[in-house]
């Protein structure tokens, strides 16, 4: 062992030394360590230690994570998960656990928490969920809890902190069945008082023009409201009339991928929609090079790069007031851009790929009031072809 003399920048002097502790039984490979001490015997001292502690696991590898409770195996599993899915999914698993799976599983020593206990509070949930009782439990599944619960234990087993995962063997309750929330729409009455109001407002000036072009957008495409807010002038060809979405803005105001690569598409537009597009790139140049700017991003405000949502939403919820019309939400356009093309004939593949829906099952389940209106008219299709013959 060859012992080094260091002089540190505030002359304080050290040393220090290359020990060599053996093969490394994981990697097969020679393991070298390095130790520093204020004194040769602090070197010969280290170096027994790390000598003795190699002998001992056989290997350099890093020591396994700790954790003796449920808390502290949360955190550790945030940490590798957290960057396994997009920013918005993150703060919403981040509230999910923190309001509903550490108040009551935090506190407990990994060895404690057992299948019976698991199996109480699943209970709880689902009894509380079923009832419809208002509370901590209301706003999230307890199905949700439960395997999210069950994901935190497995990452425990996989890091070896826990033997087995006493989630696996919880009987989780069934889920009695519940009055789906009604999907908001405009009715055609609804659709014609509020495009009549917007054709009231003075364009004239920007904010209103901006609004009336991107609420017609998004009843002309049935995009998210994420998927419009991040389109840029290079999205949309104004020649072939299509607007092609390969991106969503997220609450941070960054952009993402869409939720899925169905998400990935391109959407054809109509002329009206196409020639309102070319006007309002106009106006949006001259008003961006009044201020000194040059816009690529098709619904800035030209503070930020990207508009708030949630500063929109305000505005929307005034305009829907003023039209004396139902309160949809921005995602209402999209509902009711779905079901116009359901009413209107568009097969149901071709409806699921415009909405970037990832399975058709969601496109069906979604606007089954449109389907069962399809459906209804089947009946006089058939006694129209019947009386044909």
């Not at 799976?101 to 299948?115: E, M, Q």
């Not at 619960?149 to 996989?158: D, H, S």
């Not at 030209?302 to 007031?321: E, P, S």
């Not at 209402?332 to 699921?352: N, P, S, V, W």
Request: contains cysteine; aromatic residues 10%; proline residues 2%.
């Amino acid at each position: 062992m060859n012992i080094k003399q260091i002089t540190k920048k505030n002359g304080d002097t050290v040393y220090r030394a290359s020990v060599y502790l053996g093969i490394d039984q994981v990697t097969g490979k020679k393991a070298r360590t390095t130790v520093t001490a204020n004194t040769k015997k602090g070197i010969k001292l280290k170096a027994r230690e790390a000598i003795n502690t190699f002998t001992k696991n056989g290997h350099t590898t890093k020591e396994k994570p700790i954790a003796t409770t449920y808390k502290e195996l949360v955190s550790l599993w945030w940490e590798s998960y957290k960057n396994t899915i997009k920013p918005n999914s993150q703060q919403s698993m981040e509230g999910i656990v923190r309001l509903h799976i550490l108040p009551v599983f935090g506190a407990y020593k990994l060895d404690k928490l057992t299948t019976p206990v698991i199996q109480k509070q699943v209970n709880k949930w689902a009894d509380s969920a079923n009832q419809g009782i208002k509370g901590a439990y209301a706003n999230y599944s307890f199905l949700n809890n439960n395997n999210i619960n069950k994901r935190i234990l497995q990452y425990g087993v996989t890091m070896q902190l826990l033997p087995y995962n006493p989630a696996r063997d919880v009987i989780v309750p069934r889920k009695q069945q519940q009055k789906k929330d009604k999907v908001k729409y405009f009715s055609n009455q609804e659709l014609k008082q509020f495009l009549g109001y917007l054709d009231t407002l003075d364009q004239s000036d920007y904010q209103n023009l901006f609004d009336v072009t991107l609420y017609k957008l998004l009843l002309a495409t049935g995009c998210r409201i994420g998927e419009a807010l991040a389109l840029e002038w290079s999205d949309i060809d104004l020649k072939s009339g299509t607007v092609s979405i390969t991106k969503t803005l997220n609450r941070y105001l960054e952009t993402n991928t869409p939720k899925s690569k169905a998400g990935l598409r391109n959407i054809e537009i109509d002329k009206a929609t196409v020639l309102m597009l070319k006007q309002y790139q106009k106006r949006q140049r001259i008003q961006s090079m009044q201020l000194g700017r040059y816009e690529k991003v098709v619904f800035s405000v030209f503070t930020t790069k990207y508009a708030y949502a949630c500063n929109l939403r305000k505005r929307l919820q005034k305009h829907f007031k003023a039209a004396n019309v139902p309160d949809i939400g921005f995602h209402g356009f999209r509902h009711t851009h779905a079901t116009i093309m359901l009413y209107a004939g568009i097969e149901a593949k071709d409806l699921q790929y415009r909405l970037g829906h990832s399975n058709i099952s969601m496109t069906l389940n979604t606007y089954v009031h449109a389907t069962q209106e399809g459906a209804k008219k089947a009946v006089s299709i058939f006694e129209t072809a019947i009386s044909n013959l």
